[in-house]
């Protein structure tokens, strides 16, 4: 029996913050070790969607190698590589770019949102970023796809590009499954609670980044928006920055919601806000040491991610020849 494949990815467009961490890569940790092959791409293709300065755009890639790293993404239990090493992903994308509808991608809120964030580059690419996406995931036969929830209706539109190539042809490609957890799919910006905390946001007390010290997490954990009660109780919608720290503070420390709400009955903001903090510099301090580690050695990053790419190229070559065939391309490789 052919075993289960797991595909998820990170841009490297900028340090990752907590949100990436708690969203993505602790539910990659969990499933590292179960029935799953896992193939974790740092998705730099994805970044250029954005305007980036070359030279910090090479360091953003080693940094996300090294936090994967970091953070026990053994390479000789899972693939890692970059994106852009191998090239059957932008192969795909032309693909299914043309089984794509403008108004399938016109309509998805990150490209909205992007639009509006940097409206002086609304580019192809933007506009295109999902149909990249669903070529990352179904070049690899992919089965699980833990992600966020804001890459839900990304994840909608791979699935739909995959079933739609189906019928035209054949079966070709595996209806990818969506792993969102239900504690921690989308951690809030500490300044805009109905807002998502994103890595690229103008207001560095909106994030922590995985790379911030003791000190600036405490800060920033101090600053959070939060509401004129003093009662540290769950309840999204009335009370959404507290909601959003009870969860950091339940994911990072992992007490159910209920526990957490417990522990702080009867004290004021301030005590809870020093614990979520302190629970988070818990894991971040670690995590950074191991990171700085890594990052001394840039050589051997490279040559992981040389390993790893010679691994997905494999792979990778041999779907976009099926994909080939199946639509009549002459393949002579
Ligand atoms: N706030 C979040 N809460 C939970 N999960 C999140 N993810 C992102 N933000 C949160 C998840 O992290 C993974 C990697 O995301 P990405 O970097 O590829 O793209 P993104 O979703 O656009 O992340 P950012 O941080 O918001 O980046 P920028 O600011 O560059 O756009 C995904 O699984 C995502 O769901």
């Known amino acids: ?166 019928n035209r042809y054949t079966d070709t490609f595996i209806i990818p499954e969506p792993y969102i957890s239900e504690n921690g799919a989308k951690i809030m910006s500490l300044q805009n609670p109905d807002k998502k905390m994103s890595k690229s946001d103008a207001n560095l007390n909106s994030f922590i980044s995985l790379n911030d010290d003791e000190n600036t997490i405490i800060k920033k954990f101090k600053k959070a928006v939060t509401d004129s009660e003093n009662e540290v109780r769950y309840d999204a919608i009335n009370k959404a920055g507290i909601s959003n720290l009870l969860t950091i503070y339940s994911v990072m420390t992992g007490k159910t919601i209920k526990e957490s709400e417990n522990e702080f009955s009867g004290h004021g903001y301030g005590v809870f806000k020093t614990s979520v903090a302190e629970a988070v510099a818990e894991v971040l301090i670690p995590l950074q040491k191991r990171k700085t580690q890594f990052l001394s050695d840039k050589g051997y990053i490279e040559n992981v ?29």
């Not at 293709?45 to 030279?55: C, E, I, N, R």
């Not at 990352?136 to 909608?156: C, F, M, R, S, W």
């Open 1 to 166: 029996m052919e075993s289960k494949i797991l595909f998820s990815a990170i841009q490297p467009s900028g340090i990752l913050t907590l949100g990436n961490y708690i969203g993505a890569i602790s539910n990659w940790i969990k499933l590292l070790d179960t029935e799953y092959n896992c193939i974790f791409s740092i998705a730099d293709l994805h970044t250029l969607t954005v305007k980036q300065d070359p030279v910090q755009f090479k360091q953003n890639v080693f940094d996300l190698a090294a936090t994967y790293l970091a953070c026990d993404l053994n390479p000789d239990k899972c693939i890692f590589f970059l994106q852009s090493s191998v090239h059957q992903h932008t192969e795909l994308t032309w693909i299914l770019n043309t089984i794509t509808y403008p108004g399938e991608l016109q309509r998805m809120t990150q490209f909205k949102d992007k639009s509006k964030s940097h409206s002086d580059n609304i580019n192809m690419g933007l506009m295109d970023y999902p149909v990249l996406m669903a070529s990352d995931i179904l070049l690899y036969n992919t089965n699980l796809v833990p992600v966020g929830a804001d890459q839900k209706q990304h994840l909608e539109l791979a699935r739909n590009l995959a079933e739609r190539f189906n």
């Open 305 to 333: 991610l040389k390993n790893g790419a010679e691994k997905a190229l494999d792979k990778a070559e041999k779907k976009i020849k099926q994909v080939y065939n199946t639509i009549g391309i002459l393949y002579q490789k």
